[in-house]
């Protein structure tokens, strides 16, 4: 029976149990009810009012939110500021081995976020994207480079061909705006590093295969710098023959940002612990998961042993589905489908995937650690064991902490533009149907030129 010191620490512990499930986009309510709505100005009003957003705990989140926002807004300059801060937070992130280790005994969330390597990269997807509508191509080049930089990064943390390392957009991405600044031989490689991409890991991993538009880059850009060896391989390669066009008053690249990319939860597993060789063996039948522990040299084993069931906390993705999959550009009477390039979506849950198992590990531990503590304190002190339980049972949360504004899925494509005003409609529609009319947009015709521009379509 608990004594009248600990029945009000039972209550409060029962509170916070109630409290702590809350998850990272519940707890961001209001600023993300504005966001998805497209009340801009008021999603705005509510992040800067939210000063626990500034906390290190998720200081990556808040810079990286307050980016996009100030991007859909037309503030590109401020934009650039929030980013260019969430990423070099993410470049210096320093490990806290002291969180860490508190981690174990608590949750994952007392760690800084660093933001996920598909995070990062988005980073300086809407950084190019801003400079271009600030037309300072060079400043897009700069951010071409530091792309190269993380996809090399990613590629030499990922090694395994099982592991999702390199991004067929951003290369794309990279090939478009050395393309529009003239030097069609990066473009080239940019391109050709692209598409070898989409017809390797993207068409295994996400079933996506390279855009139609990309292939046209791929081989004007080698009869532009001369690789006539090349331009006869993609001929046969694609099964066609390539007839050279420049349109005389410039071209304009929409990207279109459709939906909203998925959202963390948790979910619950439970294990059953049995005697092993030298150690405690958690087992779920339901996955056929085994993990053996060792805690041979202490009486870890048979506090385990006894305990029988844990349940440990795990996150994973919410796939927000987007109202609208299929769009074009209208031009006068001529349309131009918009090709998928980029899915958000499946890249966040291949990433959450390919860690799985170190996210098991991890919560296993710290369930096994959490309950060696309760069992000694019970030992010490007879009911005080059971409030540590619950303080255990509190404390148990999955991090449901992740970027919750970038898009579902990037789509694009290239119209050639008429000298002078140009009217371009977005249409948008599902299942193939292009239904209505999204929005309007006018672009001014310039020989040589070519216009970049990026809408997003909300939930």
């Known amino acids: 029976m608990l004594t009248k010191f600990q029945i009000p620490a039972f209550g409060f512990l029962l509170a916070l149990v109630f409290t702590s499930c ?17 009340d801009l100005e008021s999603a705005q009003s509510a992040i800067k009012s939210n000063s626990r957003g500034l906390k290190k705990k998720t200081r990556f989140l808040y810079f990286a939110n307050r980016g996009v926002v100030a991007n859909m807004l037309g503030n590109y300059e401020a934009s650039n500021v929030y980013l260019e801060k969430a990423y070099i937070y993410g470049e210096d992130y320093q ?4 969180d ?15 933001g996920e390597d598909h995070e990062h990269l988005l980073l300086l997807y809407y950084k190019s994207l801003n400079y271009l509508h600030l037309n300072d191509h060079e400043s897009a080049l700069v951010e071409c ?7 090399n990064a990613l590629s030499d943390k990922y090694r395994s061909d099982n592991k999702f390392r390199q991004d067929a957009f951003i290369h794309t991405l990279m090939g478009l705006i050395y393309d529009a600044g003239g030097d069609y031989n990066n473009a080239f490689i940019a391109y050709r590093n692209a598409y070898n991409i989409y017809q390797g890991d993207y068409s295994k991993f996400f079933n996506l295969t390279a855009p139609e538009q990309l292939k046209r880059d791929l081989l004007r850009t080698a009869y532009q710098t001369g690789f006539m060896e090349e331009v006869r391989f993609y001929e046969k390669e694609f099964g066609v023959t390539y007839q050279h066009s420049v349109p005389e008053n410039g071209e304009l690249v929409f990207f279109w940002n459709n939906g909203l990319g998925p959202v963390k ?9 049995e005697e092993g060789d030298g150690g405690v063996v958690f087992v779920n039948d339901e996955y056929g998961w085994s993990f053996p522990f060792d805690f041979s040299g202490d009486d870890g084993e048979d506090k385990l042993t006894d305990l029988e069931i844990f349940r440990i906390s795990m996150p994973k993705y919410v796939e927000r589905t987007p109202r609208f999959s299929d769009g074009a550009l209208k031009i006068e009477s001529r349309k131009y489908p918009l090709e998928l390039a980029e899915d958000v979506n499946a890249i966040a849950f291949k990433s959450l995937e390919q860690r799985i198992l170190l996210e098991l590990g991890k919560s296993l531990m710290r369930a096994a650690l959490k309950k060696t503590v309760e069992e000694a304190v019970e030992e010490e002190s007879e009911g005080w064991g059971f409030v540590v339980g619950l303080v255990n049972a509190a404390t148990e949360k999955a991090d449901t902490r992740n970027w919750q504004t970038i898009p579902h899925s990037i789509l694009y494509t290239r119209i050639p533009l008429e000298a002078g005003n140009n009217e371009v409609v977005l249409q948008a529609g599902d299942g193939g149907q292009l239904l209505r009319n999204i929005e309007s947009f006018s672009f001014e015709g310039s020989p040589g030129k070519t216009l970049f521009h990026a809408y997003q379509t909300l939930n």
Do not use: H, K, Q
């Not at 990272?24 to 504005?34: A, D, K």
């Not at 860490?100 to 660093?114: E, G, H, K, Q, V």
């Not at 939860?265 to 612990?273: A, H, K, Q, R």
């Open 145 to 151: 480079r530091r792309l190269n930089n993380r996809l």
């Open 95 to 98: 490990r806290n081995y002291a």
């Open 100 to 114: 860490i280790a508190a981690s174990f005994l608590t949750n994952p969330n007392i760690i800084d976020y660093p």
């Open 265 to 273: 939860d948790e979910w619950s597993v439970n294990f059953v612990t």
């Open 22 to 38: 809350a998850t990272y986009y519940e707890l961001n309510y209001e600023f993300n009810r504005y966001f998805e709505s497209g």
